[in-house]
């Protein structure tokens, strides 16, 4: 198995440093492709003792490769696109831009091509991510395999019908800035009521980590993990009356952010 990284800035390199942490795969068999000396210099370094091989070029790259990974801007994707279109019919790709669909990727590299749409996010770094995965007709049973390892060396992976990639590339791909955002909120709200920052900081993180895992694993819907923290006439109403106090502010925010990113997403679709 042979990885080749097309685009290795830093999802490209998130990527390639998780998988390096992982078993499957080791630094002879990832190598990774971009313009800028830096993004090489970075990429290579994964490697440690055993720097990756890095190319200016795409076309050295693809030689020998099982799988490429496109992790270039969608708006970079028109101009590398008939140099990924030269590699063997057999190579299969899996794309991590936003917006670019498996019809636009199979009319630009090959209609029998197999080809692999994700949308990961930046928590695979800590081998925390969220993957939502769709593959077109041409992925075969033992690339799907592949894919699935690569995919579970990131974090919780799901599969999902290619239109709700716009909702997922809200949700999970953008997601995680929307979250720092809002723990940003709380960790200066709670350094106004005395915390110092680095506790502030401690204290919302591991909220949100727990949050989350309580929410994977207790299998309740979200109303009753609610009232098991509120009690009547304690802080948490009195918080949460506040939060919801001005006429749905928060679920309107909220809904507005992800409504943009999606929207954001199905733009990008377009030619
Ligand atoms: N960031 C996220 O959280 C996230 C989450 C999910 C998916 N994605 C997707 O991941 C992709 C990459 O995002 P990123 O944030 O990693 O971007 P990035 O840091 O800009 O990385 C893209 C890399 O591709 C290089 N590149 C540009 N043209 C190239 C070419 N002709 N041949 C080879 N390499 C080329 C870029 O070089 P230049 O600097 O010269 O352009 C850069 O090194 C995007 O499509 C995005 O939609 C991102």
Same mark, same amino acid.
């Given at each position: 198995?042979?990885?080749?990284?097309?685009?290795?800035?830093?999802?490209?390199?998130?990527?390639?440093? =998780?998988?390096?942490?992982?078993?499957?795969?080791?630094?002879?068999? +990832?190598?990774?492709?971009?313009?800028?000396?830096?993004?090489?210099?970075?990429?290579?370094?994964?490697?440690?003792?055993?720097?990756?091989?890095?190319?200016?070029?795409?076309?050295?790259?693809?030689?020998?490769?099982?799988?490429?990974?496109?992790?270039?801007?969608?708006?970079?994707?028109?101009? +590398?696109?008939?140099?990924?279109?030269?590699?063997?019919?057999?190579?299969?790709? +899996?794309?991590?831009?936003?917006?670019?669909?498996?019809?636009?990727?199979?009319?630009?590299?090959?209609? !029998?091509?197999?080809?692999?749409?994700?949308?990961?996010?930046?928590?695979?770094?800590?081998?925390?991510?969220?993957?939502?995965?769709?593959?077109? !007709?041409?992925?075969?049973?033992?690339?799907?395999?592949?894919?699935?390892?690569?995919?579970?060396?990131?974090?919780?992976?799901?599969?999902?019908?290619?239109?709700?990639?716009?909702?997922?590339?809200?949700?999970?791909?953008?997601?995680?800035?929307?979250?720092?955002?809002?723990?940003?909120?709380? +960790?200066?709200?709670?350094?106004?009521?005395?915390?110092?920052?680095?506790?502030?900081?401690?204290?919302?993180?591991?909220?949100?980590?727990? !949050?989350?895992?309580?929410?994977?694993?207790?299998?309740?819907?979200?109303?009753?993990?609610?009232?098991?923290?509120?009690?009547?006439?304690?802080?948490?109403?009195?918080?949460?009356?506040?939060?919801?106090?001005?006429?749905?502010?928060?679920?309107?925010?909220?809904?507005?952010?992800?409504?943009?990113?999606?929207?954001?997403? =199905?733009?990008?679709?377009?030619?």
């Amino acid at each position: 198995m042979k990885l080749a990284v097309i685009g290795a800035g830093k999802m490209g390199q998130a990527i390639a440093g =998780r998988l390096l942490e992982g078993t499957y795969l080791g630094p002879d068999a +990832i190598c990774g492709v971009s313009p800028v000396a830096a993004d090489r210099d970075a990429f290579a370094s994964l490697g440690g003792s055993t720097p990756l091989v890095t190319h200016e070029e795409i076309a050295p790259a693809l030689a020998g490769a099982t799988v490429a990974l496109i992790s270039v801007k969608p708006q970079h994707y028109p101009e +590398i696109a008939p140099q990924l279109a030269q590699a063997g019919p057999e190579l299969c790709f +899996i794309s991590i831009m936003a917006g670019i669909t498996l019809e636009a990727l199979e009319s630009s590299l090959g209609r !029998s091509r197999p080809i692999i749409r994700c949308m990961p996010n930046t928590p695979l770094l800590v081998g925390q991510g969220a993957v939502a995965w769709c593959a077109n !007709s041409g992925v075969k049973g033992e690339q799907l395999q592949l894919a699935d390892r690569i995919f579970g060396e990131m974090g919780t992976v799901v599969q999902v019908d290619e239109p709700q990639l716009d909702a997922v590339t809200a949700l999970s791909g953008s997601g995680p800035a929307f979250f720092f955002r809002i723990m940003q909120h709380l +960790i200066d709200a709670a350094m106004a009521e005395g915390l110092p920052e680095k506790t502030a900081r401690l204290l919302a993180a591991q909220t949100a980590v727990g !949050s989350g895992a309580l929410l994977q694993q207790a299998g309740e819907e979200i109303e009753t993990l609610i009232a098991n923290v509120r009690s009547k006439g304690g802080t948490t109403e009195a918080g949460l009356e506040a939060m919801e106090s001005e006429a749905g502010t928060l679920e309107a925010i909220l809904h507005k952010t992800i409504q943009a990113a999606a929207k954001r997403s =199905r733009e990008l679709a377009k030619p």
